[in-house]
């Protein structure tokens, strides 16, 4: 559950306003669940998006880790991605300020155009070279998955949770890519596996997706015996998830990974 604006300690209040300027308006995001915080303030220096998390009470918690993440990919993917213009941080807080974004969220459904503008985007972060920061690798990340999860090693920077939500439009047409929370450093095909359920619940059939992904070199250069364990260990972690925990967002989730696993593996 997010943290209201006036609920957060008045050092963290002061450390913000020390770098953004007075906020005079604060406007909650309507997505996300990986921060305290997620707001854009109205600030006597402009607008910013500021998202903040509470550390544990001996170290940095998933939340913090994550914007800790966020703050060390931004400068590599500058081209696409809010700057990061400051960050604040207390005993207990950390908070990131971005540039305000204003644009509207992505259509990934059939014969959207953003489609395209949706893969020139993974080109261009496919065409990014692995900066040397603290990020999660897939071995690590997904090695419950198999035995071997070195076959999901790779130098490839993913971003991997390519959502609609996650990609802004603005009036001219360009793109930006938010939330880089659980950035990624493994094979590239990785990007496209973990997109595959965003095109499904977007009305796409599983095949169809299958084939706009198979656009990407990264996609069918990959081994499809890797594909399968992937897409086994996929289904399996969301299915697990929505019966540990049947939030809505969460069933729908396993609902789309279980659509793909079936048509990919023939079950």
Known sequence: MRTDWNDLPKKLHAAIEAQAGTVRDVVPASTGN?????????????????????????????????LRREAAVNPAVAEFAPRLRWTAETEDWLALGFDHITGRRADYSPASPDLDVLAKTIHAIQNITCPDVPMLSAQRR??????????????????????????????????????????????????????IPWLIGAGHHPQHADQWISQFPAWTTAQPTVIDVFTTGFAAQWRNAAQARPDEWVTRHAELTGRWAAYLLKE
């Open 34 to 66: 990986h921060a305290d915080i997620a707001s854009t303030l109205d600030t006597g220096n402009g607008q910013v998006f500021v998202k903040a998390a509470r550390k544990l009470a001996d170290r940095d918690g998933p939340e913090v880790m994550s």
């Open 142 to 195: 997904w090695q419950k998955y198999t035995d071997n999860p070195a076959m999901f090693a790779g130098d490839a920077l993913l971003h991997t949770d390519l959502n609609q939500d996650n990609l802004i439009i603005t009036d001219d047409g360009r793109a930006f890519v938010v939330d880089w929370a659980f950035v990624t450093r493994g094979a590239p095909w990785l990007e496209l596996m973990t997109l």
